[in-house]
């Protein structure tokens, strides 16, 4: 037992400081408070390591990494400071082996009572937070066949196939392409699916994702607000190549994309089977 | 000191484990390796993209491996649809690359009529026995030849995609397989970099929706082009 314990059971109950004027207290509250502010100073790194956002969607979920992250920080601290604390000042300096009887652990109602219920407000909160952000998300996830048919925009079927991406733009003239091209500022629907196993069908910087399952076809809705190059992966174990199961999207402007659905449509078919062909 | 020992030993006995783990895994890659095939060079072509290097890669697609490429026996998986000589390719940067497949398989209708189409070649078509095209009925389909690479900011994108269409069984060849069609195409190449080709026509042993067995195998149905 601690020398300040030894003292603290000489003193009268009148004499006892109380808990926040205990030394120990106060230094795992210092170390609590130090990587606190260190925490919450960074918390802003995840979201910056996730690269680029392409998408109100990303950015979305790049606020909800940040706050996520500082919030987090203080109540990780807390367990870190208390660690640090007590390996330093609690460490057994003795005779070896230490004694089998060490001094028993002590509840203490109000610490206990304070712990759950910032934990749980904590918790509340978080979970309110992910309702809202979910629910803003959910119309497209839930949306059916006819519901995506009439709804206004671009509309884009994505097959996932071991192992490459290709996309349908239906209401084009059913051009295909393997690299995705999108107009900026507008927003697409997707309808994937599947012709072998399950794929994930991933766009990096717009962080949307939805499965690709055979049989099934799974909707999402994103409207990008950044042109440019972006990540198209399979997010979902399929086989050999999963890893190469990459392309591509381009956003661009709607001037851009009219001109890119030009140079597709003009594409005539000319069928191994015709008259000079096979 | 007998802790120290105990220490000493767990030290020892875990970096011998990792060791061993890195040497087995080593020395299964070093078996897997397959022979590579460079490109024949047939000298430079003027081209669209200016003069550049023009070789040509030779391919087969049998319907099973006793053609040879796999010992005279068919090797570890006889039954198995494959590629000959190798799928390991090898082409120059920035040249016109030539492909030409002898396909010896019948088929069926593929998965993905997307892959019955023509993508990514020098001029948007392919040759078929002498005549050009740039799709092929989704029920004709044999096999077909899809290359792809990891996007990625250190090598040119590259798409590749021709649908080799299915060999008539019932005109049978002096080696007892079907006459061959011969599909012939021509791609540009950037600059170095390591790319993926296989077969998007399932027809593996019934797993992973017939992409398994040897659609999942290099050396038979995928493999890998290496571009220097």
């Given at each position: 037992?601690?020398?300040t314990?030894?003292k603290?059971?000489?003193?009268?109950?009148?004499d006892?400081?109380?808990?926040?004027e205990?030394?120990d207290?106060?230094?795992?509250?210092?170390i609590?408070?130090?990587l606190?502010?260190?925490?919450?100073?960074?918390?802003?790194?995840?979201a910056?390591?996730?690269?680029?956002?392409?998408?109100?969607?990303?950015?979305?979920?790049?606020?909800?990494?940040?706050?996520?992250?500082?919030?987090a920080?203080?109540?990780g601290a807390?367990?870190?400071?208390?660690?640090?604390y007590?390996?330093?000042?609690w460490?057994y300096?003795?005779?070896?082996?230490?004694?089998?009887?060490?001094?028993?652990?002590?509840?203490?109602p109000?610490?206990?009572?304070?712990?759950?219920?910032?934990?749980?407000v904590?918790?509340?909160?978080v979970?309110a937070?992910g309702l809202?952000?979910?629910?803003?998300?959910?119309?497209a996830m839930?949306?059916?066949?006819?519901?995506?048919?009439?709804?206004?925009?671009?509309?884009?079927e994505v097959?996932?196939?071991?192992w490459?991406?290709?996309?349908?733009y239906?209401?084009?003239g059913?051009i295909?392409?393997?690299?995705?091209?999108?107009?900026?500022?507008?927003?697409?629907t997707?309808?994937?699916?599947?012709?072998?196993v399950?794929?994930?069908?991933?766009?990096?910087q717009?962080a949307?994702?939805?499965?690709?399952n055979?049989?099934?076809?799974t909707?999402l809705?994103?409207?990008?607000?950044?042109?440019?190059?972006?990540e198209?992966?399979?997010?979902?174990?399929?086989?050999?190549?999963h890893a190469?199961m990459?392309?591509t999207s381009v956003v661009s402007?709607?001037?851009?994309?009219?001109a890119?659905?030009?140079?597709?449509?003009?594409?005539?078919?000319?069928?191994?089977?015709?008259e000079?062909?096979? | 000191?007998?802790?120290?020992?105990?220490?000493l030993?767990t030290?020892?006995?875990?970096?011998?484990?990792?060791?061993?783990?890195?040497?087995?895994v080593?020395?299964?890659?070093?078996?897997?390796?397959l022979?590579?095939?460079p490109?024949l060079?047939?000298g430079?072509?003027?081209?669209?993209n200016?003069?550049?290097?023009?070789v040509?890669?030779?391919?087969?697609?049998?319907?099973?491996?006793?053609?040879?490429?796999?010992?005279q026996?068919?090797?570890?998986?006889?039954?198995?649809?494959?590629?000959?000589?190798?799928?390991?390719?090898?082409?120059?940067a920035h040249?016109?690359?030539?492909?030409?497949?002898?396909?010896?398989?019948?088929?069926?209708?593929?998965?993905n009529?997307?892959?019955?189409k023509?993508?990514?070649?020098?001029?948007g078509?392919?040759?078929l026995?002498?005549?050009?095209?740039n799709?092929?009925?989704?029920?004709?389909?044999?096999?077909t030849?899809?290359l792809?690479?990891?996007?990625s900011p250190?090598q040119?994108?590259?798409?590749?995609?021709?649908?080799?269409?299915?060999?008539d069984?019932?005109?049978v060849?002096?080696?007892?397989y079907?006459?061959?069609?011969v599909?012939?195409?021509?791609f540009?190449?950037g600059?170095?970099?390591k790319y993926?080709?296989?077969?998007?026509?399932?027809c593996?042993d019934g797993?992973?929706?017939?992409?398994?067995?040897?659609m999942?195998?290099?050396?038979y149905?995928?493999?890998?082009?290496?571009?220097?």
């Amino acid at each position: 037992m601690s020398d300040t314990a030894l003292k603290e059971e000489d003193r009268t109950p009148a004499d006892a400081p109380r808990w926040w004027e205990r030394g120990d207290v106060r230094a795992v509250f210092l170390i609590w408070l130090i990587l606190s502010a260190v925490g919450i100073a960074f918390a802003w790194v995840p979201a910056w390591l996730m690269g680029l956002s392409a998408s109100s969607e990303m950015d979305d979920v790049k606020m909800t990494m940040t706050w996520f992250t500082a919030i987090a920080m203080p109540v990780g601290a807390v367990i870190w400071a208390v660690m640090i604390y007590s390996l330093w000042k609690w460490r057994y300096r003795g005779e070896q082996p230490p004694p089998d009887d060490a001094p028993g652990f002590q509840t203490n109602p109000p610490t206990v009572v304070m712990w759950i219920v910032i934990s749980a407000v904590l918790t509340l909160f978080v979970f309110a937070w992910g309702l809202v952000k979910i629910a803003a998300i959910s119309p497209a996830m839930a949306m059916t066949s006819a519901a995506t048919s009439a709804s206004s925009g671009l509309r884009v079927e994505v097959t996932g196939n071991q192992w490459a991406w290709n996309f349908t733009y239906p209401q084009l003239g059913n051009i295909q392409s393997d690299v995705l091209h999108i107009p900026l500022g507008e927003q697409t629907t997707f309808a994937v699916s599947s012709v072998d196993v399950i794929h994930s069908f991933w766009i990096v910087q717009m962080a949307v994702k939805v499965d690709a399952n055979p049989g099934a076809i799974t909707y999402l809705t994103v409207t990008p607000t950044k042109a440019g190059t972006f990540e198209v992966r399979c997010a979902e174990l399929c086989g050999l190549y999963h890893a190469a199961m990459e392309t591509t999207s381009v956003v661009s402007s709607r001037k851009d994309f009219d001109a890119w659905v030009a140079e597709m449509r003009a594409v005539k078919p000319v069928s191994s089977m015709t008259e000079g062909g096979a | 000191m007998r802790r120290l020992v105990i220490t000493l030993v767990t030290l020892v006995v875990g970096v011998v484990f990792v060791a061993a783990v890195g040497i087995t895994v080593t020395k299964a890659n070093a078996e897997n390796q397959l022979t590579v095939q460079p490109a024949l060079s047939l000298g430079t072509v003027d081209t669209a993209n200016g003069k550049l290097p023009h070789v040509v890669l030779e391919l087969s697609a049998w319907p099973d491996s006793r053609s040879g490429c796999h010992g005279q026996d068919g090797g570890a998986h006889p039954d198995w649809v494959t590629f000959c000589n190798t799928t390991s390719l090898s082409v120059p940067a920035h040249a016109l690359v030539t492909v030409r497949v002898h396909q010896y398989d019948a088929g069926e209708k593929i998965t993905n009529a997307y892959f019955a189409k023509v993508h990514g070649t020098a001029d948007g078509m392919a040759v078929l026995n002498g005549k050009s095209f740039n799709e092929i009925p989704p029920d004709q389909v044999g096999h077909t030849w899809t290359l792809r690479g990891i996007p990625s900011p250190n090598q040119d994108p590259l798409f590749v995609s021709v649908p080799l269409q299915m060999a008539d069984e019932e005109k049978v060849g002096d080696n007892g397989y079907p006459v061959p069609n011969v599909v012939e195409f021509s791609f540009y190449t950037g600059g170095p970099g390591k790319y993926f080709w296989n077969c998007e026509f399932p027809c593996g042993d019934g797993t992973y929706a017939r992409f398994g067995g040897p659609m999942s195998t290099q050396g038979y149905m995928a493999g890998e082009l290496t571009v220097v």
